[in-house]
């Protein structure tokens, strides 16, 4: 474990100096020019589109028409309302499993912590779309498996569960957005100082106590990361709302700005409509940072890190304790990664999609597979997104350290505006992204010619999935205390050595789990990829879309499970990596 | 005796004035090949998945091989548009030829970026270009689909009022997306096929966002009927589901154009293209890869399938008068009003 200690509460210092004369500007200078190259340009393009009569940003004229439908809609405050309490529901549901799940594998004595944040995590490497068409099949009211089996086991005479209703809808996004919630608070319960609590304890206080005056405040930062981060997702999500809440007529904001963009009768996206509505997001964002910043502020007197090495304590389970916490471990398995998993299984060995029976199981074959291995393109694919995907992970990973390490530790002017840029992109939809960036890289193509390439799709990947590696970064920058980093400057350490030696092994779990999130997301995220298509660009994503809207779900769920297994390989490989440099370090 | 002689000379004259057409075709395309040769490669934006322009793309180049044919495909919807646009106003090199429908053309026509083309003077037929802009290339065909295993062929919905049988109350699945409907108003009017949904609502239709599952959940049994496309319900019946296809009487469709980019940098290969997808060889290609068909183009089997049926369509100059249509109707189908 990384030798951090939290000792006791001290108040708020001073910022430390990062340095003497102008080139304390440089490191801001050269981050915020990377930032507004991937940040500002899309948003003013997004901007200048909401306000063109064509919506494209190269049209000429000005309109402010596009507002007026958007918030003029009639059923603008009905999606509102729906998109808020999804969102909110989603945001409740993973928040409150990922900080169970986060406090039992981190804090607790359980056994084979490694298997357990695999299995934690694993619910990531499925796609959304394929969660949700195996939701579908296991919950839909008609002849969805679980259904029928407890209708027949219970002698039911209707469906106890339908997926096609809000709650449905809030069950799979808040499952799917589990793991992500785990890896911005896992770090923070791991680097949490036993002292704290042992203190506490010592002074008399009870368990409520030490919660909301010792651990609340410590993990309030990671805490509200993740929270913000959730609620701005699951508001501009659309796999699963697009896929389980239509047949129940059950629309929110994003299925509205997909039928903008896709399925207007006009005939051509309406980007114009669509960016008028992302501002919503944008000034939802911006609000929620700014109380995120107020938050954390306060929360900062609580943050206690010296260079005295810990432990974190593990809070003994007891043999009941164990077996609740296991079995509630393996509910949440089998709900998230098991169930789904069976039912792709069975999609991808059906000639066509069907429910489970005995009648199908005859039916059953493995030549989807066999079909999946034997496309020429499945490996090229692969090829390109492997490189996609390591790319746009180490780029966030690194970009988001920058952002993070002068935000949160050196102060430097515009740090504000760094950190707000850096969070800006979650605001903005991977359509108007992808926009921005077919007419950037059109115009820079003599210069740099990677319109049609692998590249812009990594670019694009670098924009969506920095806010997640700036969040989580700084929930966990903020928890270490500077005065590590003020001893080592006060022995001679330049900046540049104290962010490689001390910095960097601190907040190195948390690189690493931004690293496997990213990678993770990257091998199949689609909106992006297929905006950017060229001609010889595909991704495994797009590769699985064109089976999809090709009407093939089988072959789909066939590299749908090939892609599960692959993200299962790195998770495994990440694990095994993790736990090879905790010991070294521990050595 | 004289009557036929008089039928004969008719004949002979037809097979003439047919084999003068296809004379000229040939020549066009000779001509064409040679000059999108000497241009480089043809790029086509389409919404076929790869495997299945794969096949377009060989029998293409089998019949010019010294043309060289790269296919992108787009996802549908409107995202072929917005592509043209895009690269047009940014000077990249943007399609040699796309297929659109009406919604996409119309707009590409008056931004400036679809080329006008002398179809005609190329050999083809008048009824295959409704508009300078464009060459018919196929069709959506809405068609209504069951599930044999659950519904008897007796049984079976055989037209749209069918489809407003109880009986199908929350068993019925429909594109949540009313192009289908639209396209029926060219027929029956826009009114009486807003009353008409609002009677289809009243059965309470499962909406889904694509035809392409909508076909796999009646496969599946999840629904009894739906109105879907003919194409996407093959992929299931191919692989043998349970399911079957009924057309109802008029059949709406969407024909889909081919449409030369006004900045195609290989324009002439754009046209060699279009005008061998117009040619019953290339028609019968593109048909037998994709189950789509030109119903205007004689020789293929969407053709001879949709033969002696009433078509219910908004021609190209209507396009914006449609969309306004299915506008209306998409509401109606998300409000699920029935009033």
Do not use: C
């Amino acid at each position: 474990m990384t030798a951090v200690r939290l000792g006791t509460a001290v108040r708020p210092r001073a910022a430390a100096p990062a340095g003497q004369g102008g080139w304390r500007l440089v490191p801001s200078l050269l981050v915020g020019a990377v930032l507004v190259w991937l940040v500002v340009v899309p948003l003013v393009l997004m901007v200048v589109s909401s306000v063109r009569p064509g919506g494209f940003p190269l049209d000429p004229g000005f309109t402010l028409r596009h507002y007026a439908a958007a918030y003029g809609n009639p059923r603008f405050w009905s999606l509102v309302g729906t998109t808020l309490a999804f969102g909110a529901g989603a945001t409740a549901v993973a928040l409150g499993l990922g900080i169970g799940l986060a406090w039992l594998v981190e804090r607790s004595d359980l056994p084979g912590r490694g298997v357990l944040r695999g299995l934690v995590l694993l619910p990531m490497a499925t796609p959304p779309l394929l969660l949700a068409i195996a939701w579908a099949m296991l919950l839909s009211p008609r002849n969805g498996a679980i259904n029928l089996a407890l209708m027949h086991a219970l002698d039911l005479s209707a469906a106890p569960f339908d997926i096609y209703t809000l709650p449905g809808l809030v069950f799979v996004q808040g499952l799917a957005l589990v793991p992500t919630a785990y890896l911005f608070l896992a770090p923070a319960f791991a680097n949490m100082d036993p002292s704290l609590e042992e203190a506490a304890m010592a002074s008399g206080a009870g368990t409520a106590m030490l919660l909301r005056r010792v651990l609340l405040p410590i993990l309030r930062p990671a805490i509200l990361s993740a929270a913000t981060f959730l609620l701005i997702v699951s508001l501009v999500v659309f796999d699963i709302p697009g896929t389980l809440g239509t047949p129940g007529r059950i629309f929110v904001l994003s299925t509205q700005i997909y039928y903008l963009v896709s399925d207007s009768p006009t005939g051509m996206p309406q980007y114009g409509e669509v960016s008028a509505l992302a501002m919503l997001f944008l000034v939802l964002l911006l609000g929620l940072g700014w109380l995120y910043h107020r938050l954390t502020r306060a929360a900062q007197r609580f943050r206690t890190v010296t260079g005295k090495a810990f432990r974190p304590r593990l809070f003994p389970l007891g043999r009941t304790g164990k077996a609740a916490a296991l079995a509630a471990l393996a509910g949440y398995f089998l709900l998230s990664v098991v169930a789904p998993l069976v039912m792709l299984g069975w999609i991808s060995l059906m000639p066509y999609q069907t429910g489970i029976s005995a009648v199908a199981l005859k039916l059953a074959t493995l030549a989807n597979h066999r079909d999946f291995f034997a496309n020429p393109r499945v490996l090229h694919a692969t090829g390109h997104s492997l490189v996609v995907a390591v790319s746009a992970a180490s780029a966030v990973a690194l970009l988001a350290l920058l952002v993070s390490w002068l935000t949160t530790r050196l102060k430097l002017p515009g740090a504000r505006a760094i950190d707000a840029l850096a969070f800006v992109p979650l605001a903005i939809p991977g359509v108007m992204i992808g926009v921005a960036l077919v007419y950037v890289y059109i115009a820079l193509n003599p210069v740099l010619p990677i319109y049609g390439t692998i590249w812009i799709i990594a670019v694009a990947y670098l924009t969506q999935y920095l806010p997640f590696g700036a969040r989580t970064l700084d929930g966990v920058m903020v928890q270490i205390h500077p005065e590590i980093e003020e001893a080592a400057l006060a022995s001679g350490a330049g900046r540049g050595r104290i962010l490689r030696r001390i910095t960097l092994p601190l907040v190195w779990p948390a690189v690493a789990a931004v690293w496997i999130w990213v990678l993770a997301h990257a091998l199949r995220e689609l909106s992006s990829a297929l905006m950017l298509q060229g001609r010889d660009n595909g991704v495994i994503p797009t590769l699985l879309w064109d089976y999809w809207s090709g009407g093939d779900p089988t072959h789909t769920a066939a590299g749908g499970l090939w892609l599960t297994a692959a993200l299962v390989l790195f998770l495994a490989l990440w694990q095994g990596l993790a736990r090879r440099a905790g010991l070294e370090r521990a050595r | 005796m004289r009557f036929l002689a008089w039928l004969g000379a008719l004949a002979l004259s037809a097979l003439g004035a047919a084999a003068a057409e296809a004379a000229t075709i040939d020549d066009s395309l000779a001509k064409l090949a040679a000059e999108a040769a000497k241009a480089g490669s043809v790029i086509w934006y389409e919404s076929s998945p790869d495997d299945q322009a794969a096949k377009i793309v060989a029998a293409f180049s089998k019949r010019f091989p010294d043309v060289k044919l790269e296919h992108i495909r787009d996802t549908g919807g409107n995202s072929i548009g917005a592509r043209i646009v895009q690269e047009s106003q940014g000077g990249a090199r943007t399609a040699d030829l796309a297929t659109v429908g009406n919604s996409i053309l119309t707009p590409l026509i008056e931004r400036g970026l679809a080329a006008k083309v002398d179809w005609t003077g190329y050999g083809i037929a008048q009824k295959l270009t409704p508009s300078p802009y464009a060459l018919s290339l196929t069709a959506v065909t809405y068609v209504i689909l069951y599930n044999t295993e659950q519904v008897k062929e007796a049984d079976a919905p055989k037209n749209w009022d069918d489809l407003l049988n109880p009986r199908w109350n929350g068993k019925l699945g429909l594109w949540v997306r009313a192009e289908g409907e639209g396209g029926l108003a060219a027929a029956w009017g826009e009114d009486k096929v807003a009353a008409y949904i609002k009677k289809l609502n009243a059965n309470h239709p499962v909406l889904e966002k694509s035809t392409f599952p909508l076909a796999q959940q009646v496969a599946a049994g999840e629904l009894l009927v739906g109105l879907g496309i003919y194409h996407t319900a093959q992929p299931p019946l191919k692989r043998g589901a349970p399911i079957k296809i009924v057309f109802p009487n008029p059949v709406s469709v969407q024909m889909l154009y081919d449409v030369v980019p006004a900045q195609a940098k290989n324009a002439a290969g754009g046209k060699l293209l279009a005008l061998w997808l117009a040619t019953p060889e290339g028609g019968r290609a593109y048909e037998d890869a994709t189950d789509r068909g030109n119903p205007l183009l004689e020789g293929t089997k969407t053709e001879a399938m949709l033969r002696g049926r009433t078509l219910s369509e908004f021609p190209p100059d209507q396009a914006k008068r449609e969309a306004e249509i299915v506008e209306r109707f998409n509401k109606l189908l998300e409000s699920g009003a029935t009033q």
